[in-house]
C-alpha cells in the first residue's frame, strides 16, 4: 500500500518537528490525505488522537531528561511547557510515578515513535494491532427483504425496513444488516462523481434472523430468504473521504477502503476475488437513535465475495 509510506514519511515529519510549531496540514498532505481523514484514520489505528500521541512522545523526552540529566525538574517542566503541578500530573499519568520518583528510580515506561506496518496472519490483515481485513465464512442464513428500484434507493430501501422493524422488531439494535445494489451503484457505468450524486438502480436491504425465525417461510408478513453465502473479505469502513462541498461520501469512503482488499489479496496465497463485476455488500450497523431519526449508520463494513482456489 503506498500509502503506508506516506504515513511514516507524516510521522517522521513530525519527529523532526517535535518541539516546533507542527503543521498538522503539511503532515497530512506528506500522508496523502486531508487534515481530517489524516486525523480521523490517526485515531482508528493508533487508538488516540494525534494530540495525544505527540503530547506522549514529547513526554517519553522528558521522561529521559529526568533519568539522564542533572537538569533541575523545574526546568525540565518549563521547557516542555509546563509549570511544576501540572508537569507533575502528566508525569504521573504518562508513568504512574511522580517526577521525583523517576529521577531516583528511573521508568520503564517507553512510547516509542509509531511505525505503520501491514501484517498478514492466519486470514486476517492488520494495520498495527488493528484487524483491517479478515475472512469470514457465511452459511445457511436467513434474511427478511425491503427492495427499491429508483433513483437513491439506499434511502427507500432501508427507510421501509427502518419502519417495519419499529413495528414488528423489538431487539432492532441487536441484528445484522446487510445491503447490495445487485447491479452496481453505477449500472450504467458511470464514475462515482460526489456525495449528492442520485443514480437509478435496484438495492436490496437485508435484515438477518435469529434462531427459529430461520424455520418460518414468512416473519411479520415477509417472505423469508437465503441471505448472502460463501467467503466473503471484510473490513470496517472508516467514514473518512468527503466531497468537494466537505459532506461525507460514504461511498467514496467504501472505495478508500477497498484498497486493503486489492493488498490482501495480492499478498495471500489460495484465495481470489468472486465479484467479476465489482458487487459488494454493505453491512450496516445501527442504534435506536437511527431508527427514531435516521441520518448515518453508526458504523459501516463492507463484503467483499472470495473463492478459494
Not at 2 to 10: H, K, M, P, R, T
Not at 103 to 117: D, T
Not at 163 to 192: I, L
Not at 243 to 270: C, P, Q
Amino acid at each position: 500500500m503506498d500509502y503506508i509510506e506516506g504515513l511514516n514519511l507524516s510521522i517522521a515529519y513530525i519527529e523532526d518537528n517535535l518541539f516546533e510549531a507542527i503543521d498538522y496540514e503539511k503532515a497530512a498532505r506528506i500522508a496523502g490525505m486531508s487534515k481530517p481523514t489524516y486525523q480521523r484514520f490517526f485515531l482508528l489505528i493508533a487508538n488516540m488522537t494525534l494530540d495525544e500521541y505527540i503530547r506522549k512522545r514529547k513526554l517519553q523526552y522528558a521522561v529521559r531528561e529526568l533519568t539522564d540529566t542533572e537538569y533541575k525538574i523545574i526546568d525540565i517542566a518549563v521547557k516542555y511547557g509546563y509549570n511544576s503541578a501540572a508537569f507533575s500530573r502528566a508525569i504521573r499519568n504518562f508513568t504512574g510515578n511522580t517526577p521525583s520518583e523517576i529521577r531516583k528510580e528511573g521508568s520503564s515506561v517507553r512510547f516509542p515513535k509509531l511505525n505503520f506496518q501491514i501484517r498478514i496472519n492466519e486470514g486476517e490483515m492488520t494495520m498495527n494491532e488493528t484487524a483491517i481485513v479478515k475472512i469470514e465464512e457465511h452459511r445457511n442464513e436467513k434474511v427478511v427483504c425491503f427492495n427499491a428500484d429508483c433513483v437513491d434507493p439506499e434511502n427507500e430501501a432501508w427507510g421501509q425496513m427502518s419502519e417495519w422493524c419499529k413495528k414488528n422488531v423489538p431487539d432492532r439494535t441487536a441484528r445484522r444488516y446487510v445491503g447490495v445494489a445487485s447491479s452496481g451503484h453505477h449500472p450504467q457505468g458511470e464514475e462515482h462523481q460526489n456525495a449528492s450524486e442520485h443514480i437509478k438502480h435496484p438495492y436490496k436491504a437485508m435484515m438477518y434472523l435469529v434462531g427459529d425465525e430461520c424455520d418460518q417461510e414468512e416473519f411479520h408478513g415477509l417472505k423469508v430468504e437465503d441471505a448472502p453465502s460463501g467467503l466473503f473479505l471484510v473490513n470496517d469502513v472508516t467514514l473518512n473521504q468527503f466531497d468537494e462541498n466537505d459532506r461525507l461520501d460514504i461511498a467514496l469512503s467504501m472505495m478508500k477502503a477497498s484498497e486493503a482488499f486489492v493488498e490482501f489479496i495480492k499478498k495471500t496465497a489460495g484465495y481470489e476475488f468472486d465479484c467479476p463485476t465489482g458487487i459488494f455488500y454493505e453491512e450496516h450497523i445501527f442504534l435506536e437513535e437511527w431508527f427514531q431519526n435516521g441520518g448515518v449508520p453508526n458504523g459501516f463494513r463492507m463484503w467483499v465475495p472470495i473463492i478459494k482456489i
